[in-house]
């Protein structure tokens, strides 16, 4: 009985549960294996503590006792005994008949003060079947019998006394109709906990200290609040979240039908200007915007982030999840593996890396016939297609369903993939930088017969798979993009896909875990999403389409979701609109565009920065000169943001070095370039207190008119989009193709695909394709080396010059700090 009462819990389709069992069996292990929640005849403990305490909208009364209640009117100075009835059923009857003025007394049948006590009552409440040694001759003339036991008294015994009023035959009919009453209530409770619901929001209290200690120092000084509370606070439903551990949970894509019809929030993007090689703290400006919002404002916020690769987590960068006091917890957690969204991808990836080159090796060893008969084997004396091939059948125009029907001429067509070696594009991946990968041979073993190609590894975030993950927008949705995916031609020109392989089912298997955002936490307590991670130079660098549809639902009409795109605003910030937003079909409200002094007198003429050497005097020491010529940088950052009609906030994010005298120049520039305002924020050293003024300029900037448009139509020549973005984003004079890419171009035009949105690969430390030109270039030409597409994901990518798709480890990789403590557990070294 338990386990069936455990089962029917956890079914999200039963809203009630009604226990029709023999006496004996109403155990207290029984009744409290029900959901409170569920528990439609009100007998868990849970229930009847709400009950006592009075909550009368959070629980319901037993059926039983509100029948005897029914049937009894003006209790007020009266005594009611309540004789043979224990557990919940006697515990609530006895409180509310207390609370209808009534005194009440209880009873066994074998008590040796029943005699007395049935005198003294002018209402006596039988709770079941009276033993015969207990006379009726005890009970005294005019007393009122309500019976709510199974063996009504009536059935065995005349009472004999004209004025004696009984009821036990009204109890077992109304208790009937007040179970019905309660499944009513049970209903009406469920439809409402699916509705939106207000934040409970507790946010956690920061001492931020100084100096600013490290990043992971910051996280572990700080309590987390369980998953599962916070999860409640922000409105989730128990069954739409699954739980990995205290800190993280997976959220369920079904919220997005439950709030259906909630309108969404603000959508806010930050960016930044083109960064120095340290990076310019987008991360670290997201995470404090929305602390600000939320802990200090008291507005509904939500960030939403991508899953930072484990490559530069071991190389070069160490952690994303923002720093000092405006980060992610448990940091550690949120940088290592995390719910192993990225482990998916590259197993989903390399299965079909595996299925490409084993369908070439079978078809080069075998005849179509015996080709033929092992893809559609017999099993079980019976010979079938499975769907897949079904669906392969009707794509070949062969409407047939019978393997043995099949002409010979249909076997060849159906067997053979005819894949052209030379024109694979479908590379093995794996999460960690290895240059050693980019270049290498497969099919040396004696076993693959001299199928011998040259292939590479690509870092797992740049998997078309990832990139596929952060644009769909359901499980179906993702399904039909794996399946288009174009990992090769075949030998007579013609795209070979995911689909034509047979694998796209299995990919949505190992994948199906990996749809759903991850929940976590900032360093006060407001929520995060944490989902997906593409590259950000050959796919278009923003977290998922999903995480962010349902954070604009749960934020609530008034509230805001902050996401972040890669690289400057030249790269992440365009493919946002034109790719994310194309997809999602969300407006964004505000862009904020995040800059450093320090990055600016980089552009102004400073020396070269550079990861892990010493910064020049230049940056530490005042020099307005430096940062006016750079200025020139955020104000092209800021006419990009505007070709897009999105009203643009300028974040200075400051640091110590900085002088009050260069945060006015840089303010008041910005202002004058067009920013609807710019604001100094010192996030990084205090928290969300640090960025209050931004969020306020924020929600201001928000309640502007928006006029946003793409850039381009997706109807134009794939060479015209190219075109459009060159000039009008990077300020190029013109583009210029290589004969392979104008043959790419071609080729993708003919096979169907010129109408998808365009991914510019290009170094994203310059507005130009030189990485050295900082500033402003202007007058040059950009390069296409080359044009790939990713069909699946939805978009042309071409590469600006060469673009390394497996990152390499410095001399010196952040490895050599990480550690773990054999006694604690505890990691050490992450920044």
């Known amino acids: 009985i338990v386990d069936e009462i455990v089962r029917l819990n956890e079914d999200p389709n039963v809203q009630g549960l009604a226990l029709d069992l023999p006496e004996s069996l109403y155990s207290s292990k029984v009744l409290n294996a029900v959901k409170p929640e569920k528990d439609v005849d009100g007998l868990s403990d849970v229930n009847l503590g709400r009950l006592v305490r009075g909550d009368a909208y959070d629980c319901l009364v037993p059926p039983a006792v509100s029948a005897v209640m029914e049937l009894l009117e003006d209790l007020g100075g009266k005594t009611v005994l309540v004789v043979g009835a224990g557990g919940a059923v006697g515990a609530a009857l006895q409180c509310l008949l207390q609370r209808e003025g009534a005194a009440t007394m209880s009873c066994r049948w074998k008590a040796p003060q029943l005699r007395t006590k049935l005198h003294q009552a002018d209402v006596v409440v039988v709770g079941s079947r009276k033993p015969d040694d207990v006379p009726v001759s005890w009970i005294k003339p005019g007393t009122t019998i309500i019976s709510c036991s199974p063996d009504l008294l009536s059935e065995k015994h005349n009472y004999g006394q004209q004025n004696n009023h009984a009821a036990e035959n009204a109890v077992g009919s109304l208790a009937i109709a007040m179970r019905m009453q309660n499944m009513v209530k049970n209903t009406e409770r469920w439809i409402q906990s699916q509705q939106y619901r207000k934040w409970d929001l507790r946010c956690l209290k920061l001492q931020p200290l100084s100096p600013v200690p490290s990043d992971i120092e910051i996280s572990r000084a700080q309590s987390p609040k369980a998953v599962d509370v916070l999860a409640k606070e922000i409105g989730l439903l128990t069954d739409e979240i699954e739980i990995y551990g205290q800190t993280k949970a997976k959220v369920r894509l079904s919220l997005l039908e439950r709030l259906k019809d909630q309108p969404d929030g603000k959508y806010v993007l930050v960016a930044g200007i083109t960064p120095t090689p340290l990076g310019e703290g987008k991360s670290t400006v997201t995470i404090g915007l929305v602390q600000a919002l939320t802990a200090h404002l008291n507005i509904n916020s939500f960030a939403c982030l991508r899953q930072p690769s484990q490559g530069p987590t071991f190389g070069v960068k160490g952690g994303a999840a923002g720093g000092g006091y405006a980060q992610v917890i448990p940091m550690e957690e949120f940088n290592l593996h995390l719910t192993g969204d990225i482990h998916a991808i590259t197993a989903a990836n390399n299965l079909l890396a595996a299925a490409i080159d084993a369908r070439i090796l079978h078809e080069n060893t075998q005849s179509d016939k015996a080709l033929y008969n092992r893809l559609v084997p017999v099993v ?452």
């Open 380 to 831: 079980n004396g019976v010979r079938g297609f499975s769907a897949i091939q079904l669906a392969r059948l009707r794509r070949l125009g062969i409407n047939k369903t019978d393997p043995g029907t099949l002409t010979e001429e249909e076997i060849s067509k159906f067997a053979r993939l005819d894949i052209d070696p030379s024109t694979i594009t479908w590379q093995r991946v794996v999460d960690t930088n290895d240059r050693f990968l980019r270049k290498i041979t497969v099919g040396q073993a004696k076993t693959e017969k001299g199928f011998v190609r040259q292939a590479q590894f690509d870092i797992a975030v740049a998997s078309e798979i990832m990139a596929i993950l952060a644009l769909t927008t359901s499980l179906q949705d993702m399904k039909e993009r794996l399946g288009r995916m174009v990992v090769a031609n075949d030998k007579k020109g013609e795209p070979v896909t995911a689909e034509d392989l047979g694998v796209t089912g299995a990919l949505a298997v190992l994948m199906k875990d990996a749809i759903k955002p991850t929940l976590m936490q900032t360093l006060e307590g407001t929520p995060v999403f944490v989902h997906a991670g593409p590259f950000a130079n050959i796919a278009h660098g923003n977290s998922s389409v999903l995480a962010d549809k349902i954070a604009l639902k749960l934020v609530g009409e008034k509230g805001f979701v902050v996401t972040e795109a890669g690289f400057g605003a030249d790269i992440g910030m365009e493919k946002f609109f034109n790719i994310k937003c194309r997809a999602s079909g969300l407006v964004p409200s505000v862009v904020v565009l995040v800059a450093t002094v320090r990055a600016l007198k980089m552009h102004g003429g400073g020396p070269n920065v550079t990861a892990g050497a010493p910064l020049k005097k230049e940056y530490t020491e005042e020099n307005l000169q430096l940062v006016a010529d750079g200025c020139c940088n955020l104000q092209k950052q800021i006419q990009i943001t505007q070709l897009f009609g999105v009203p643009v906030v300028v974040a200075l994010n400051v640091f110590k070095t900085d002088s009050p005298a260069e945060v006015d120049l840089v303010c008041k520039i910005a202002k004058q370039s067009g920013a609807f305002d710019a604001v100094p924020c010192n996030h990084w050293s205090a928290g969300g207190k640090g960025a209050v003024k931004l969020a306020q300029a924020v929600e201001k900037a928000a309640s502007q008119k928006n006029s946003f448009k793409h850039l381009y139509s997706l109807e134009l020549p794939i060479v015209e989009k190219i075109r459009i973005i060159a000039q009008k984003v990077y300020g190029a004079q013109d583009i210029e193709l290589s004969p392979a890419a104008q043959s790419q171009v071609d080729r993708y035009t003919q096979q169907g695909f010129g109408n998808l949105p365009i991914c510019m690969a290009k170094t994203h430390l310059s507005l130009s394709h030189q990485p050295e030109r900082k500033g402003v270039p202007t007058g040059f030409i950009l390069p296409i080396s080359e044009v790939r597409a990713s069909i699946g994901a939805g978009f042309i990518y071409p590469l600006v010059g060469t673009m390394s798709t497996m990152p390499g480890l410095p001399t010196r990789p952040c490895f050599y700090d990480i550690d773990l403590d054999s006694v604690t557990e505890q990691v050490k070294g992450l920044f």
